[in-house]
């Protein structure tokens, strides 16, 4: 596999993306790198397997089914994310068994391509560029030196014109459209899309949170043996199961990763073992591991079984078909999804083939963004230039994959409160009947003393945001009370000043017009101490 310096690598990304920006901005065709489709290629199997040949890129399509072995060798081309939510859809050009032709039905011409099934024959994975990634990496890095020996394989020459390619009506603001539509129309699958429910062993924590989307979430074992039942929805069928073994919360003290790993499928409580590994670090890409079945049915229960204390599972992902659609026939899912909205939608007035190879483009561009977005947030300083090329690129993000850690990120490495910094505050506390302002109130004398305790430290403002190691925001005296805070008069300020927000009776006097209390305000004052502290937090 080629690899180059990393250094000059993101280098080369950045300027990439600079003149990616650039085309957005002009409503120009962006670089040829990008656009790079690898010509065809020779592969033979890695082992026997049955290789399915489509009329169309669509898994409900006519098809005809050749069991391949080590004799046969495939020449495939068209390598042009066509499903950018899985697997690839390429063209078979030519098959030979032995060197002798294997004829099939001319108008069958598409397959399904797995890495688990192919290699390559035709060209030496140390030597040659043969992916729009490394051929940007190729073209934009400066060195020569880092070049020596490396070619790139000859280009899809139709395919590369196809994205290469744009109308001259096409401008910035159906880019951001076609963006936007992408992220609210387009379907995506997730766990709950394939799973019914999830149970697990005892000394675990609650494993049923996985089938949401929380990204802070992780699921916790702490037994030698542990494990997760999976109740499959009906009409689902399994290709692959993808593990994440990382703790966004905990990534400085990573948890440990299973000795190993098995699969069970079946009725449930009589699962058979489908497949079992045995892990160290080195079997993981980005803290994940992908099981790929072989046999593509039905199972209605699935088991995970773990060896190994302390291992965290924050994320499940799954690749099959779910009544009898593909999450490859992407599409398909867009074409229909334009069609739909045709009157409402600015892009729905273009031919949908250039559609879908400008999502293949925009796709390819928010994965450079992602690549090198460490680099640039929030840390990032910036020229008029630099800045005009991220306010243009920022249209990415709702369909970049780091948009919800970027957020996470940014909100907190740019606390205004660290530990250490806690203000001291005296509070005089009245009795609700006796206020006569609202300048009287805790929640007024807190903010006006957060405030100048903030202009005594030389900063001019406060956003009220604290760090995540800050349990206690301020530390306060009561005025005549006597009360030493270590942490119980904190927690009374917050309940006077939920109190203050909104009285638990309803005919006390309203002091502060933030809330305005419903007829219904039974629990109310609980769920405003709660959300308080959240947005306080």
């Excluded at 990008?34 to 169309?56: D, H, Q, R, S, W």
């Excluded at 956003?463 to 301020?474: H, L």
């Excluded at 939920?498 to 629990?523: K, R, T």
């Amino acid at each position: 596999m080629v690899v180059f310096d990393a250094c000059s690598r993101i280098q080369g990304r950045l300027r990439c993306l600079s003149d990616c920006a650039e085309s957005l901005i002009n409503g120009l065709p962006f670089p040829e790198c990008i656009c790079y489709v690898p010509g065809e290629i020779e592969f033979k199997p890695k082992k026997p397997f049955t290789l399915f040949i489509y009329a169309k890129p669509e898994i409900s399509s006519q098809k005809t089914e050749i069991l391949c072995t080590s004799k046969h060798r495939i020449f495939l081309f068209g390598f042009n994310d066509n499903s950018i939510t899985g697997g690839r859809w390429v063209r078979i050009k030519t098959l030979f068994d032995s060197g002798a032709l294997v004829k099939f039905d001319s108008t069958l011409e598409w397959i399904l391509f797995s890495e688990n099934d192919l290699i390559k024959t035709n060209v030496s994975d140390s030597e040659t560029a043969d992916s729009w990634r490394l051929v940007v990496d190729y073209t934009y890095i400066l060195n020569p030196l880092a070049k020596n020996g490396i070619n790139v394989l000859p280009v899809d020459e139709t395919a590369v014109e196809q994205l290469h390619s744009i109308p001259t009506s096409w401008s910035l603001s159906h880019d951001q459209a076609l963006v936007n539509f992408l992220h609210k129309e387009v379907w995506k699958w997730t766990a709950k899309d394939f799973v019914d429910s999830v149970e697990n062993s005892e000394n675990c924590g609650d494993a049923s949170r996985l089938l949401e989307d929380h990204d802070s979430f992780a699921w916790y074992a702490y037994s030698e043996v542990s494990d997760l039942t999976l109740t499959m929805k009906d009409g689902t069928v399994l290709r692959s199961l993808t593990i994440c073994f990382t703790d966004e919360q905990n990534l400085d003290n990573p948890p440990p990763i299973p000795s190993m790993v098995s699969l069970y499928g079946g009725m449930k409580g009589l699962e058979e073992m489908l497949l079992s590994y045995k892990l160290n670090s080195s079997d993981l890409v980005n803290g994940s591991f992908r099981m790929i079945l072989e046999e593509s049915k039905y199972v209605p229960s699935l088991k995970l079984e773990f060896k190994g204390y302390g291992i965290c599972i924050s994320d499940l992902q799954f690749e099959g078909t779910i009544n009898g659609l593909e999450e490859h026939e992407y599409f398909s899912s867009l074409n229909a999804a334009v069609k739909a909205q045709e009157s409402e939608n600015s892009i729905a007035s273009f031919e949908l083939d250039f559609i879908q190879s400008r999502t293949v483009l925009l796709h390819r561009t928010a994965e450079l963004l992602d690549s090198v977005l460490a680099y640039i947030v929030p840390f990032w300083e910036f020229s008029p230039g630099s800045f005009g090329c991220m306010k243009v690129l920022q249209n990415l993000m709702p369909i970049s994959k780091m948009r919800k850690n970027l957020i996470k990120d940014v909100l907190q490495k740019t606390v205004s409160h660290k530990d250490g910094e806690t203000p001291f505050l005296y509070i005089k506390r009245n009795f609700l009947s006796t206020i006569k302002s609202h300048k009287d109130t805790v929640f007024s004398q807190i903010y006006d003393g957060v405030m100048r305790e903030e202009a005594r430290r030389g900063k001019n403002n406060s956003d009220f945001r604290f760090a995540q190691n800050v349990t206690q925001w301020w530390k306060c005296a009561f005025i005549g009370e006597g009360i030493i805070d270590h942490g119980g008069g904190f927690r009374d300020t917050l309940s006077d000043i939920s109190e203050e927000l909104c009285p638990s009776e309803a005919d006390s006097q309203l002091l502060l017009p933030f809330f305005i209390p419903c007829a219904n305000q039974v629990g109310f004052k609980f769920v405003l101490l709660c959300l308080f502290y959240a947005l306080c937090y």
